[in-house]
């Protein structure tokens, strides 16, 4: 197991500050990069069947997510969601649902000369943005409610959420987001009917 052990907080890579790390329940993991045999893996070869946790190391971090319950771990402090009318609190972390509709991508950026006649060396790339998270249907309470919840690491910014919510009723309610048990915000957030509320929220 690698995540939850901070012992493994960097990426081995020197070109890339994070590489994502798929824990399995049968204690093996698949790393994007794995220095043992120098090779890349795609991220289509997780075996979401198998997850335990997902996620990222690099700069001395881990962030990671329990797949049995969605919730997000950023070295070692707990962030839960979950939505809250006036009648209910509909919990969208903290459930026993599997979450293992993974997503993982990096927003790249490239700067090119076209003056130059060389071959090789016009494109300059670099990744400005680590994004891992996951999507989740889940009936609460008699109301379906899509949700998705992406934890976003800009290069020398906040780390945040993009949190993305969906009922398939009309409903006026607040996004609670806790930290280790305590309530860090409470976020006016009404919904429409089928109509999606997105908004992005800075770790604190």
């Excluded at 190391?57 to 962030?79: K, M």
């Excluded at 939505?83 to 509709?101: A, I, Q, S, V, W």
């Amino acid at each position: 197991m690698i995540l939850g052990n901070m012992q493994y907080n960097r990426s081995p890579i020197p070109f890339q500050n994070f590489i994502w790390v798929a824990d399995y329940w049968d204690s093996t993991s698949l790393l994007e990069y794995d220095t043992r045999n120098n090779k890349h893996n795609e991220f289509a070869s997780i075996e979401k069947d198998k997850l335990l946790a997902f996620g990222y190391i690099g700069e001395g971090t881990q962030i990671y997510f329990d797949v049995a319950n969605g919730i997000f771990n950023v070295n070692g402090y707990r962030f839960m969601i979950s939505y809250k009318t006036e009648e209910n609190e509909y919990p969208l972390t903290g459930r026993t649902f599997l979450y293992n509709d993974i997503i993982q991508y990096k927003n790249a950026s490239s700067d090119a000369n076209l003056l130059t006649r060389e071959e090789y060396g016009r494109f300059d790339s670099q990744i400005e943005q680590y994004n891992i998270g996951y999507k989740k249907q889940m009936q609460l309470e008699g109301v379906n409610i899509n949700f998705q919840c992406i934890c976003s690491i800009p290069f020398r910014d906040a780390i945040y959420f993009q949190i993305k919510v969906t009922s398939n009723k009309n409903l006026d309610g607040k996004l609670i987001i806790r930290n280790n048990g305590f309530v860090s915000e409470e976020i006016h957030a009404p919904l429409l009917a089928n109509m999606s509320n997105n908004l992005n929220w800075e770790l604190k």
